[in-house]
């Protein structure tokens, strides 16, 4: 792969070296799905990525989770950013999120989401997120990499959630970042409704459109169908036209499930009830469930269209699960990350630590486990890899790394020394611990948060505490000053952003500047 900081990725230099190696692609690229779910925790399903089985793996169902852990690896510690946009943000660009600065979720141009502070002046951050060209406010422009698919003979489809960029941005369509089908995919982060009854939030006059109304699914609006369902009908639709065209695909499929609103899928629902559930707990447990039988759906059309040999599965999560007060207003499901810390919106591991699995028959060693940590950018880099396609150029560099190496058990301890970063100098709109902002970096079993506001450090050896209870800053000066100017040499290298006090107007201080 090569990096250019300053020359724009030239479509109609590259064209007639795509024409010359699309035929050869064809033969030799695997279709590549990638199965992303919106606020999955950890233990939102029957699969043990710890090493041990919890009350929620006994709880939740997701039969066909366990059939592709089966036929594939499990990533016992993948992570992403804690709030939505920035990790999608970087998983499309490969770019770390301090460095692409979408550091909060988008939705609206211009206008900011964070929450408010009376003590800290919160940066002016990328509010509009990524888009392809240059010149628009607030964004970070880049190239993706399912452009650079696309531009390698690949087609490409969106389905469901984007959350790429704000309203009336390019960013917030799918088709301007290298998609070239794009299937109810928009500005919006989560659902106004999941349910078909209400057109998913659609008004029949279009008057007082919810901002979360999904779009292009009218022929579903008054049905019974719930949203992961038609989502899933329309992906294997697109699946069935794109075996037609006789080109490697790359699918997208990206569910709003297990967003808020917790609607009921009565599919599933009752089953829940039964075991014991109560109502909101039911209807959350039925959306996993229906987002695992949309995963079912698929494998299924890839089994019955003799492609499952030929196509690279990979499962992931955009944050950790939903476990804060301001939105479990009784109380329910507030520690359903055990053991992990916390949830969305929290640098605690409860935040960012997400359900990782990948499939590849033939390639991937079926029934297996990786315990070695990736990050969300590093998709990038792996899906081209993945393709066949090493000779690439981007706008922006890419901070993530191949795993292909872990998945083909090629490379052993290559994330042994590896700092990972993460850096939300935002005020998230939700509550709980770990959450505010914040910069935090992990290094082989030492994690460090860092809290702006008050220059609090927390370290924590993961390994042996994975739900950071026991802060050992104070024993190990000598760790906390080494991770502190890592993560302050990032920051500057990147350009990162940090919040400012509100009574002097100065910056908060990195790390190492204490």
């Known amino acids: 792969m090569s990096v250019n900081k300053k020359i724009l990725f030239s479509l109609g230099a590259m064209s007639a070296v795509v024409s010359a190696c699309t035929a050869d692609k064809q033969e ?58 920035p990790s999608r943000c970087s998983l499309l660009t490969g770019a770390n999120a301090a460095r692409h600065r979408v550091t909060n979720w988008t939705l609206e141009k211009d206008k900011t989401t964070d929450a408010k502070s009376a003590s800290l002046i919160l940066p002016e951050w990328n509010v509009n997120g990524i888009c392809q060209v240059a010149g628009i406010n607030k964004t970070y422009q880049a190239t993706t990499f399912v452009q650079i698919l696309k531009d390698n003979g690949y087609h490409t489809i969106h389905c469901g959630k984007a959350h790429f960029g704000a309203i009336d941005t390019p960013g917030e369509n799918p088709i301007h970042l290298g998609f070239e089908v794009n299937i109810a995919g928009h500005a919006a982060g989560g659902p106004a409704s999941y349910l078909g009854e209400t057109a998913y939030g659609n008004t029949p006059d279009g008057t007082h459109q919810s901002l979360f109304a999904i779009p292009g699914l009218e022929k579903y609006h008054g049905t019974d169908t719930f949203l992961t369902e038609a989502l899933t009908i329309e992906a294997l639709d697109a699946l069935d036209k794109a075996k037609e065209y006789g080109q490697p695909f790359f699918l997208y499929m990206a569910h709003y499930a297990i967003h808020v609103p917790i609607n009921k899928d009565m599919r599933f629902y009752q089953k829940y009830v039964d075991k014991g559930l109560s109502e909101k707990e039911a209807a959350y447990a039925a959306l996993i469930e229906g987002m695992d039988k949309s995963l079912g759906d698929i494998m299924k059309w890839l089994e019955d269209n003799d492609e499952m040999d030929n196509t690279v599965i990979l499962f992931m999560s955009d944050n950790g699960g939903l476990s804060c007060s301001s939105y479990w207003r009784d109380g329910e499901l507030h520690t359903q990350n055990y053991p992990l810390n916390s949830g969305k919106g929290s640098a605690y591991e409860g935040g960012i630590r997400e359900p990782m699995i990948v499939a590849w028959s033939g390639h991937v060693p079926p029934n297996t486990r990786c315990d070695e940590y990736v990050i969300i950018e590093d998709f990038f880099p792996t899906i081209l890899e993945i393709a066949g396609i090493d000779d690439y150029r981007t706008i922006q560099p890419v901070d993530g790394k191949s795993f292909v190496p872990l998945m083909l058990d090629a490379g052993k301890n290559i994330s042994k020394g590896r700092c990972l970063y993460w850096n939300c100098p935002n005020l998230w709109d939700g509550s709980g611990p770990g959450i505010g902002p914040t910069c935090s970096i992990r290094k082989d079993d030492w994690k460090m948060i860092y809290y702006y506001e008050t220059g609090k450090k927390e370290l924590f050896n993961i390994k042996d505490d994975i739900s950071e209870q026991y802060d050992l800053s104070a024993d190990n000066p000598h760790i906390v000053n080494k991770l502190s100017k890592k993560i302050g040499h990032f920051m500057r290298k990147v350009d990162a952003q940090r919040p400012s006090f509100v009574t002097t107007g100065e910056p908060c201080p990195w790390p190492d500047e204490l």
């Open 28 to 85: 030799t690229s695997p279709n590549i799905i990638l199965f992303m779910v919106d606020d999955m925790g950890w233990q939102d399903c029957s699969v043990e990525f710890w090493n041990q089985r919890t009350h929620y793996n006994e709880v939740f169902e997701t039969p066909n989770m366990e059939h592709l852990a089966a036929m594939g690896k499990m990533f016992t510690q993948a992570y992403a950013s804690s709030i939505s946009s």
